[in-house]
């Protein structure tokens, strides 16, 4: 079991590492005094179960995962949980979260991984094929989309709008790696990049179209907050106090549990974790963990680029997809360019449900990514080398 180890992949797990070490020193640092030590403990039980789950998976045969009906139990498991965590009380205005004593279970957090098995599967199964629409694929192919679009509208009426937008960024990319052709994915990029940069343009004239300000719907505050959140004060001191995190922090930061920001901010260890690390740590130490997720994302696409198996490769893009946008949707609210959304940051905020998911993915990629390392050389005289490495 252990021999597998030499074959581990360390620009992966080595920032994996790193980050998750930070994370439950931030997590603790981050929460109020009251319930610092409470949320510590349940970090390192995270990272404990997490870096269980990673190694698990590192040894696993991924081939099993193939199995057709068994990722259809794993969604309709999750679609059950989901619909569980739907008729659960709401918190902070959205429902997705199953109470389970001192912990919580958030089934949206796995639904991302599992939606990247669902359709690697599909997509290596049924991939797309030179001068076939998309829409003639996807018309033949019409009951295979029904349980995980059945997912995805449990997680709009929530409203879970964040992990949402996640899973769907997540299934379109593994659509544009399976085959579409680069014109198709270029020009959808370029739609997606045009939609980013006119977000509060066409925020403010839908706005203006149904009169938006003043509602009490939960989604629209938040949204009406994003294009003005000096508006009303009260109602976006979550975004206003993360801007005065980050800038009380600088370039070094106050120091490791000197914040001055975290008791007025809401999720202070969780959402908004980033703007306590920056107020505490400062900017470099935050550009530091960007560059540490970054290397992974990057090394995951390298690794996808080089798989032959299109399984394997969608699974790669599908998990660097998850943490790229995941970060991004984070960072996004916390520095208000993107409407905040209540999503976690990865491997660093405070959570068992997105730890867990997060690191059964990187055990995931590391598993494979181990079948494509290079067999070390060994002189053809070193018998005892040889035989160890078999």
């Given at each position: 079991?252990?021999?597998?180890?030499?074959?581990?992949?360390?620009?992966?797990?080595?920032?994996?590492?790193?980050?998750?070490?930070?994370?439950?020193?931030?997590?603790?640092?981050?929460?109020?005094?009251?319930?610092?030590?409470?949320?510590?403990?349940?970090?390192?039980?995270?990272?404990?179960?997490?870096?269980?789950?990673?190694?698990?998976?590192?040894?696993?045969?991924?081939?099993?995962?193939?199995?057709?009906?068994?990722?259809?139990?794993?969604?309709?498991?999750?679609?059950?949980?989901?619909v569980i965590a739907r008729i659960m009380p709401a918190v902070n205005g959205a429902h997705g979260w199953i109470p389970l004593g001192i912990i919580t279970l958030q089934p949206a957090e796995f639904l991302k991984l599992v939606l990247i098995f669902y359709f690697a599967d599909f997509f290596a199964e049924h991939p797309w094929q030179p001068?076939?629409?998309?829409?003639?694929?996807?018309?033949?192919?019409?009951?295979?989309?029904?349980?995980?679009?059945?997912?995805?509208?449990?997680?709009?009426?929530?409203?879970?709008?964040?992990?949402?937008?996640?899973?769907?960024?997540?299934?379109?990319?593994?659509?544009?790696?399976?085959?579409?052709?680069?014109?198709?994915?270029?020009?959808?990029?370029?739609?997606?990049?045009?939609?980013?940069?006119?977000?509060?343009?066409?925020?403010?004239?839908?706005?203006?179209?149904?009169?938006?300000?003043?509602?009490?719907?939960?989604?629209?505050?938040?949204?009406?907050?994003?294009?003005?959140?000096?508006?009303?004060?009260?109602?976006?001191?979550?975004?206003?106090?993360?801007?005065?995190?980050?800038?009380?922090?600088?370039?070094?930061?106050?120091?490791?549990?000197?914040?001055?920001?975290?008791?007025?901010?809401?999720?202070?260890?969780?959402?908004?974790?980033?703007?306590?690390?920056?107020?505490?740590?400062?900017?470099?130490?935050?550009?530091?963990?960007?560059?540490?997720?970054?290397?992974?994302?990057?090394?995951?696409?390298?690794?996808?680029?080089?798989?032959?198996?299109?399984?394997?490769?969608?699974?790669?893009?599908?998990?660097?997809?998850?943490?790229?946008?995941q970060a991004f949707v984070n960072l996004g609210g916390v520095i208000g360019v993107l409407p905040i959304t209540g999503v976690v940051f990865p491997f660093i905020s405070g959570g068992g449900s997105s730890y867990i998911a997060f690191s059964a993915a990187i055990g995931l990629t590391l598993n494979i990514a181990a079948k494509q390392k290079?067999?070390?050389?060994?002189?053809?005289?070193?018998?005892?080398?040889?035989?160890?490495?078999?």
């Amino acid at each position: 079991m252990f021999k597998k180890i030499r074959k581990l992949d360390y620009w992966i797990a080595v920032p994996f590492a790193i980050l998750s070490a930070l994370g439950v020193v931030m997590v603790f640092s981050a929460s109020l005094t009251s319930s610092a030590m409470l949320n510590f403990y349940k970090q390192l039980l995270f990272v404990f179960i997490g870096w269980l789950g990673a190694f698990a998976l590192f040894h696993f045969n991924i081939s099993n995962w193939r199995n057709e009906k068994w990722i259809k139990i794993m969604m309709f498991g999750i679609i059950t949980l989901l619909v569980i965590a739907r008729i659960m009380p709401a918190v902070n205005g959205a429902h997705g979260w199953i109470p389970l004593g001192i912990i919580t279970l958030q089934p949206a957090e796995f639904l991302k991984l599992v939606l990247i098995f669902y359709f690697a599967d599909f997509f290596a199964e049924h991939p797309w094929q030179p001068g076939i629409k998309i829409s003639r694929q996807s018309i033949s192919q019409v009951s295979a989309w029904f349980l995980p679009m059945t997912s995805l509208f449990l997680l709009f009426i929530m409203p879970d709008n964040g992990n949402m937008i996640i899973a769907a960024i997540i299934v379109f990319t593994i659509i544009l790696a399976a085959g579409v052709s680069k014109k198709v994915t270029v020009i959808w990029f370029s739609i997606a990049g045009i939609g980013f940069g006119l977000l509060q343009p066409i925020i403010n004239l839908v706005d203006q179209l149904f009169h938006l300000t003043g509602s009490k719907h939960y989604g629209i505050l938040r949204l009406i907050n994003f294009v003005n959140p000096w508006a009303d004060p009260d109602q976006s001191r979550q975004l206003l106090y993360g801007y005065y995190a980050i800038a009380h922090g600088g370039l070094f930061g106050v120091g490791l549990g000197n914040s001055l920001i975290k008791p007025y901010l809401p999720e202070s260890n969780t959402d908004f974790i980033m703007a306590v690390m920056t107020e505490e740590l400062g900017a470099i130490v935050t550009m530091i963990v960007l560059v540490l997720l970054l290397v992974i994302i990057t090394r995951l696409i390298i690794l996808g680029i080089r798989q032959k198996s299109q399984y394997q490769r969608l699974i790669m893009y599908g998990v660097a997809t998850l943490l790229f946008t995941q970060a991004f949707v984070n960072l996004g609210g916390v520095i208000g360019v993107l409407p905040i959304t209540g999503v976690v940051f990865p491997f660093i905020s405070g959570g068992g449900s997105s730890y867990i998911a997060f690191s059964a993915a990187i055990g995931l990629t590391l598993n494979i990514a181990a079948k494509q390392k290079k067999s070390p050389v060994i002189h053809p005289n070193d018998t005892v080398a040889r035989k160890d490495y078999k």
